[in-house]
Nanobody, 122 residues
Framework: QLVESGGKSVQTGGSLKLSCSASGDTLVDYAVGWFRQAPGKEREGVSCVSTSGLEYGESVKGRFTMSNDNAWKTVFLEMNILKPEDTAVYYC???????????????????WGQGTQVTVSS
């Protein structure tokens, strides 16, 4: 089970740090990603960590940073220079290593959290 936290309302240019905690097993044997879905839009990949390394969606490169704790129980998404277009529900998701082709594709993920709302106001 994945549980996200940390979403809230911030102003343009602000920062937020989201957390995604795994209950039960660690995430060490999984590719783990952050995804987001804005109203009326498709879910998109924000960032992903796997044995291939870290990947970021084009719209967040240079502004968002994904990391994890040493125990691989929690992953984080640090978001800086937030823009109104970053407003969305943010989800973390996981898939066993080797069971996917592209880590940033939402349809490749097997396990999802419930999401946390991020709202950026201008």
């Amino acid at each position: 089970q994945l549980v996200e936290s940390g979403g809230k309302s911030v102003q343009t240019g602000g920062s937020l740090k989201l957390s995604c905690s795994a209950s039960g097993d660690t995430l060490v044997d999984y590719a783990v990603g952050w995804f987001r879905q804005a109203p009326g839009k498709e879910r998109e990949g924000v960032s992903c960590v796997s044995t291939s390394g870290l990947e970021y969606g084009e719209s967040v490169k240079g502004r968002f940073t994904m990391s994890n704790d040493n125990a691989w129980k929690t992953v984080f998404l640090e978001m800086n220079i937030l823009k109104p277009e970053d407003t969305a529900v943010y989800y973390c998701a996981a898939v066993p290593e080797g069971d996917y082709n592209e880590c940033l594709r939402p349809d490749e993920m097997d396990y999802w959290g419930q999401g946390t709302q991020v709202t950026v106001s201008s």
